[in-house]
């Protein structure tokens, strides 16, 4: 089972994402991706027959509408379905990972399986790394230190900590959690970047997070 997560969480979802992003608008991608507490809520309650409380259900909806107010552009929308069934195939791995790896938590240390995840979901990726080999180019200083950083806290810190608020909360409301990415992307652009932010952005950023925060107190 811990093989399977891995190859779920981090080979697929990555190569599937990374794959969808590619073909399709950073808003398009940022919306599918904000489907995956919808999908997770809805494999539970089919698998499990679970039926969450309505502040659970109510703050996913909020924090997927306050992720649409925050990405919406004037972007073309794509035309490419295969950039659709890509992200989908994200969505479907993210909520696999999230399953698999519950029941992990309560037989090994956490920090055992973050260890191991990403050991062998890295190991999963090396054929898809070697069948882009002919565009491979030298790696600059610049290039290697921004993917440490991705690797320590993008990756290890990040899978770690998610896996601390999966066993906490399970599957379905710990994915919520997602939709709180673009509310920090918009600040941190906002705080550093020195962006604008419309009011429709900041509409959307409250939106979300008050949708996480119902669909995490909610019991």
């Not at 479907?92 to 990403?118: C, D, E, H, N």
């Not at 180019?137 to 290697?144: A, Q």
């Not at 959690?177 to 918009?186: A, D, M």
């Amino acid at each position: 089972m811990l093989s399977l997560s891995a190859f779920s969480g981090v080979t697929l979802y990555y190569y599937f994402e990374n794959n969808g992003i590619m073909r399709l608008t950073a808003s398009e991608s940022s919306l599918i991706v904000g489907t995956i507490p919808v999908v997770t809520l809805l494999a539970e309650m089919i698998a499990f027959k679970i039926r969450p409380r309505r502040p659970v259900m109510l703050g996913i909806v909020l924090s997927f509408v306050g992720v649409a107010l925050i990405v919406m552009r004037s972007e073309n929308a794509s035309t490419s379905m295969s950039g659709y069934f890509f992200m989908l195939g994200a969505v479907l791995s993210w909520v696999a990972y999230g399953f698999m790896t519950k029941p992990l938590s309560g037989r090994y240390p956490m920090l055992t399986i973050t260890f191991w995840q990403m050991v062998i979901g890295a190991l999963g990726c090396m054929p898809f790394a070697l069948a882009e080999q002919q565009s491979w180019t030298g790696f600059s200083t610049s290039v290697l230190l921004n993917a440490t950083f991705l690797a320590v806290f993008g990756s290890a810190i990040g899978y770690w900590l998610y896996i601390i608020v999966l066993d906490e909360l399970g599957p379905g409301r710990s994915s919520v959690f997602i939709n709180l990415i673009p509310v920090v992307s918009v600040t941190a652009s906002f705080v550093f970047l020195g962006e604008r932010l419309s009011a429709m952005q900041v509409a959307g950023a409250c939106l979300a997070i008050a949708g996480v925060y119902l669909a995490s107190s909610g019991s």
